[in-house]
């Protein structure tokens, strides 16, 4: 809200009153919480698989193939200590890469990510559309939020 807003509601009594200056897009593209008429809009941040693999990128390949291998997807995604997103390993690197490698050495760089705010119904169109199994989610700050996927939505 703007800052007058936030004196207005100060004004009439309102104690938890915050000027959030980043606005209110940036607010639903980090998955917060909202009110309103709108707040129950079918979200693909409502539907977030936090459940992936992640790497850092000095990992050696081994390492992450052995969790891949125990978990549910044929991927995973490297990001920073601070869950920044940095990079994918999909299942044919994991699979084809000598296992003293780097994950840093062998990612996939920078791959697109939505965002928590977007529409269920045009993202799952798009999912089907590429025929893609799912997709990344990050905050405007490209902190990694999780995957969404077709079905789950």
Known sequence: MSPRAACRLATLGFTQVYDYVPGKVDWLARNQ????????????????????????????????????????????????????????????????????????????????????HEPVAAIKDRLIDKRLTYAIVADPDGRLLGTVHPSDL
């Open 33 to 116: 919480p909202v009110e309103g008429t709108a707040a129950d809009a079918p979200t693909i941040g409502r539907h977030l698989r936090q459940q992936v693999t992640t790497a850092r990128p000095d990992e050696p390949i081994s390492q992450v193939r052995a969790r891949v291998a125990r978990s549910a997807h044929r991927f995973a995604l490297v990001t920073t200590v601070d869950g920044i997103l940095l990079g994918r390993l999909r299942a044919a690197v994991l699979d084809d890469t000598d296992p003293a490698r780097a994950v840093g050495e062998v990612m996939e760089a920078g791959p697109s990510t939505l965002r928590p």
